[in-house]
């Protein structure tokens, strides 16, 4: 795993690189948070297969400190992809992570919620309503103005989709499919984190062309603005996401 950092959420200096390898040797998908006890922690996916997420933390950002992998208690679980935080505004704390519970390569979104504060403790994963009935991957959530959104990466079409719904746990409508934000195919990965301007930037992975992509919305995650390449990181990066602090 490497670490950047920006001042205009577009041009990305290194920190360190490597800065973090996990016991198994394997770093997939890191989601990184700043939690309560003061540190920033990732979760991310430890394995091709198998049935844990791995979890690590850091005081500086820079230097990482394994934590545990956390197993998941699912019958049939065969895969356990791309877990990303999400933190409620009740201060309440959440992975969503894709599992295929058929050895068949489709996913569906579920959710596990931290039980205390160590975030070491969690809810078994629970699918979320809406999202769990067809092959997706890849999700993300945000909150904006009392609407939970999530973009997914539909795994057998290839293109990032967007959905709604009044709770986290669903169930979710989809409001856009297909190429509705003209992003195009073949994207996965995706995060989004606030703008100073109060709109949203959606980064996203072009993983067949070997390209890092960004878009922006003002208007509520309704339309976004073509895509752009991401300066620095194409061709390099695969699946991050960005933490937005205030100086």
Known sequence: MYVYESGDATTYTLLKGPAYTPPTGLI?????IKHTDGHYWIVHTTNWTGNTIG??????????????NHTLPT???????????????DGSTHVIVS???????TFRPHLLTATDRTLRYWTSPKPLAGLDRSNYIDTFVVRHGGTYHAITKQETTKYLEHAVADRLTGPYTFTGTGD?????SWREGPALVRLPNGGWRAYFDGYAEKRYYYSDSLDGLRTWTP????????????????????A
Do not use: C
Not at 75 to 89: K, Q, S
Not at 99 to 105: E, H, I, P
């Open 227 to 246: 895509i752009r390449q991401l300066p620095g990181l194409t061709g390099f990066a695969r699946h991050f996401t960005v933490l937005r602090e205030n």
């Open 28 to 32: 997939r998908d890191p989601s990184v």
């Open 55 to 68: 979890f690590a933390r850091s005081k500086d950002r820079v230097n990482w400190q394994f934590v545990a």
């Open 99 to 105: 599992l295929d519970t058929t050895n068949t390569y």
């Open 180 to 184: 509705w934000a003209g992003w195009g």
């Open 75 to 89: 019958t049939g679980l065969a895969r356990t992809w791309a877990p990303e935080w999400f933190v409620d505004e």
